[in-house]
């Protein structure tokens, strides 16, 4: 079971190596970076941006850190508070004790990550955060899973020292917690400050072995849809239409699957596909039979 949690995404920077462009709403694999974060930590209790407001596929909450461009301290620092003013809405509530942080430029960001850090949290009682370590080792304090007591308290006292967060340096924050860590997978990591890295995320979504779960992650996105099915045998279920009716049977027979599990209702869920391709697959290899049969 996933450990409780709210979630604050980063999306304010000024995006200066991408010529100001604007970098939470730029698109890999037709998505943009900041619904492609906001999928990896849809399980969030609540979800806060730190950035200007758009259209987003997730539902969020909206807020800016005062002044705007005051950097990754003052931007977390106005997430926390604006969890905290979205749980007042429950008696005595603060929000949930333990808060992801993310920031918007992680193209392939996921839920195991995501998972694998609250994971990491529970496991290690004594710390107070649990952050990702790209490749070289180095730590991601924008990619990690804190208790938001002491993360309170620290912002709290780096506001006190300082006399503004504007500016401070996030090792600061990280400095002063007691830290467990976790590795992080091939790509979780990889985060887009240049066009050179947008074209090489573009490029590597597009490779044979992903390049089929990330379309149809996108187009689930794009429709709403949270449903996880076997992608394979809808793709058996195309090809026996394809080969043992007529090719432009296959979308239509998939379409129609889709549609028939629809009707079972949300009672049905992936097992409802399952069925509806069992059975038209089954007439499919009929049909085939009765070609074989005369021939």
Do not use: N
């Amino acid at each position: 079971m996933t450990t409780p949690h709210d979630a604050v995404v980063l999306a304010g920077g000024a995006a200066q190596r991408l010529g100001g462009a604007d970098k939470p709403g730029v698109r890999v694999g037709g998505r943009a970076l900041l619904d492609r974060v906001l999928a990896a930590c849809r399980g969030a209790d609540r979800t806060v941006v730190v950035g200007d407001s758009r259209p987003t596929v997730h539902p969020v909450r909206w807020t800016r850190e005062d002044p705007p461009g005051g950097g990754p301290l003052a931007a977390l620092d106005a997430g926390v508070r604006e969890i905290r003013a979205g749980a007042g809405a429950g008696v005595g509530e603060t929000g949930a004790d333990v808060l992801v942080v993310l920031s918007a430029d992680l193209p392939f960001l996921d839920e195991d990550t995501v998972h694998r850090l609250l994971g990491a949290l529970a496991d290690a009682p004594d710390a107070e955060a649990a952050l990702l370590t790209d490749a070289g080792g180095r730590d991601q304090p924008l990619v990690a899973a804190y208790r938001a007591t002491p993360l309170r308290r620290e912002l709290a006292r780096i506001a006190e020292e300082r006399g503004t967060l504007a500016g401070g340096p996030l090792r600061q924050l990280t400095g002063a917690l007691r830290l467990t860590r976790v590795a992080a997978g091939p790509l979780a990591s990889f985060d887009c400050d240049t066009w050179e890295d947008i074209a090489t995320a573009r490029a590597r979504i597009r490779e044979h072995g992903t390049v089929l779960d990330e379309w149809i992650t996108a187009v689930k996105d794009e429709l709403g849809i949270e449903l996880d099915v076997d992608t394979g045998v809808l793709l058996d279920l195309a090809r026996d239409a394809a080969h043992g009716v007529a090719r432009p049977a296959a979308p239509l027979t998939t379409f129609l699957v889709g549609y028939a599990a629809a009707r079972a209702g949300s009672e049905g869920g992936p097992e409802a596909v399952a069925e509806a391709a069992r059975k038209a697959a089954a007439l499919a290899h009929r049909w085939a039979a009765e070609q074989d049969e005369a021939g």
